[in-house]
């Protein structure tokens, strides 16, 4: 089994910057996905950004130049840079990971955290 614990969150005015990090641990083989998404109230989940063991990275289009996603294979850990940060980025976050980095594109990880508020105020 593998669990994941996210960190970093919080609230931040409008154009700051916050850094989300993702630990995964329990029985690891491979997590070759692994990435973020995101839901505000009354929406459904979206696509963040993702990121495979060979650091291949996927964004939506709304964050753009403003989020980067990082990934540390040694220490299973991932990192969401978020910058300029918009109303709009507010949402909780969830961190997931799947064998299968197509997967986690899809939004079909096997693997998710329990999330983590991001409040961006204006």
């Known amino acids: 089994q593998v669990t994941l614990v996210e960190s970093g969150g919080g609230e931040v005015q409008a154009g700051g910057s916050l850094r989300l990090s993702c630990v995964a641990s329990?029985?690891?083989?491979?997590?070759?996905?692994m990435g973020w998404y995101r839901q505000a109230p009354g929406k459904q989940r979206e696509l963040v950004a993702t990121?495979?063991?060979?650091?291949?990275?996927n964004y939506a289009d709304s964050v753009k130049g403003r989020f980067t996603i990082s990934r540390d294979n040694a220490k299973n850990t991932i990192h969401l840079q978020m910058s300029s940060l918009k109303p709009e980025d507010t949402a909780v976050y969830y961190c997931?990971?799947?064998?299968?980095?197509?997967?986690?594109?899809?939004?079909?990880?096997?693997?998710w955290g329990q999330g983590i508020q991001v409040t961006v105020s204006s």
């Open positions: 329990g029985t690891i083989f491979s997590l070759n996905g």
């Open positions: 990121i495979s063991s060979r650091r291949v990275t």
């Open positions: 997931t990971a799947d064998l299968s980095p197509t997967a986690v594109v899809a939004g079909r990880g096997t693997y």
